[in-house]
C-alpha cells in the first residue's frame, strides 16, 4: 500500500430532490507513472490508482478509469442527480489492490 | 564530400530510425481511438473540451471535458509515451455528462477528447496545449 493514501471528498450537506449537486474528490497518491528513473538510472515501478467509481444508494454516477498521465492527487469534479436522501459511496482502486473509500451522507430537504 | 558506403548504411539507419518513431506513437493513438470506437466514424460537434492555451507545468494541466448525452469520454495525450489519459464512463445517476480533472502533458501537443453518445454515435474535439515545462519525470 502506498504511503499516506487520504481520500477527501466534498458534498453538499442537503440538497432538493432531483437536484444535480457539484461534487469534488482529491485523494492524495503519488502516481507514479513508471516513466521516471531514480538516481541509478532503473526504472521507477509503475503505482498508480486505476479506477475511481461513485456511487449513490448503489447506483452508479460515474466510473472513471486512470491511467499513468493523471497527475499525482488525483482530483475529480463531476455533477451527480440526488433523487432521495443516502449515501455517496465513494472507492479508488490502487495498482497494487488496496481500496480506498470514503462515504458521505446527504439529506434532502 | 563523397559518402563511404558504411557512411550511407548509417545515415540510412538514422532516417529509418527517425521515420519509425512518430508512427509508432501515432499507431497507439489510432489503435487506442480504434479500441474505444470499434472503428465508427468519429464525428464533430456536441462535445466541449476546455484546456489552457498554455500549461507552465505539464505535471498538473487542468483539463474539462463535457458532451450531453454521453455515455462515456475518452481522453487522449497524443504526446505522452502512452497516449490514453483516462476514461469517464457515465452511470445513471450522473447529474450532467462532465468531468474536469488535471493530467500529465510530456510536451506541448494536442489534447483529445472522444465521446460515445447514447445512440452509438461518436464525437470528438481537439485542444492544442503549450507545455513550458513537460510533465512525464526523466
Known amino acids: 500500500m502506498a504511503d499516506n493514501v487520504t481520500p477527501r471528498v466534498r458534498v453538499p450537506k442537503s440538497a432538493s430532490a432531483g437536484e444535480v449537486i457539484s461534487i469534488k474528490t482529491l485523494i492524495s497518491h503519488i502516481m507514479e507513472s513508471g516513466q521516471r528513473k531514480d538516481g541509478d538510472g532503473n526504472l521507477i515501478p509503475r503505482s498508480i490508482i486505476n479506477r475511481f467509481t461513485c456511487d449513490f444508494n448503489g447506483q452508479n454516477v460515474i466510473d472513471v478509469t486512470l491511467e499513468p498521465a493523471i497527475s499525482t492527487n488525483p482530483y475529480f469534479e463531476f455533477q451527480s442527480t440526488v433523487p432521495e436522501a443516502g449515501t455517496f459511496t465513494f472507492t479508488w482502486y490502487d495498482d497494487d489492490g488496496s481500496v480506498y473509500t470514503d462515504t458521505k451522507d446527504i439529506t434532502v430537504g | ?138
Open chain 2, 1 to 138: 564530400m563523397s559518402y563511404t558506403r558504411r557512411d550511407t548504411l548509417l545515415i540510412g539507419l538514422g532516417a529509418s530510425a527517425a521515420a519509425m518513431l512518430p508512427i509508432g506513437a501515432l499507431a497507439d493513438v489510432a489503435g487506442d481511438i480504434a479500441a474505444f470506437t470499434g472503428g465508427a466514424a468519429v464525428g464533430e460537434g456536441g462535445i466541449t473540451l476546455t484546456a489552457p492555451e498554455i500549461a507552465e507545468n505539464g505535471n498538473t494541466v487542468p483539463v474539462e471535458v463535457s458532451a450531453p448525452g454521453a455515455v462515456s469520454i475518452l481522453v487522449l495525450a497524443e504526446g505522452n509515451p502512452t497516449p490514453a489519459v483516462a476514461t469517464f464512463n457515465f452511470g445513471p445517476l450522473a447529474g450532467a455528462q462532465m468531468a474536469s480533472t488535471r493530467i500529465r502533458l510530456a510536451k506541448t501537443q494536442k489534447v483529445t477528447a472522444i465521446a460515445k453518445m447514447a445512440d452509438g454515435s461518436f464525437v470528438q474535439a481537439s485542444s492544442e496545449v503549450k507545455v513550458t515545462i513537460g510533465g512525464c519525470g526523466g
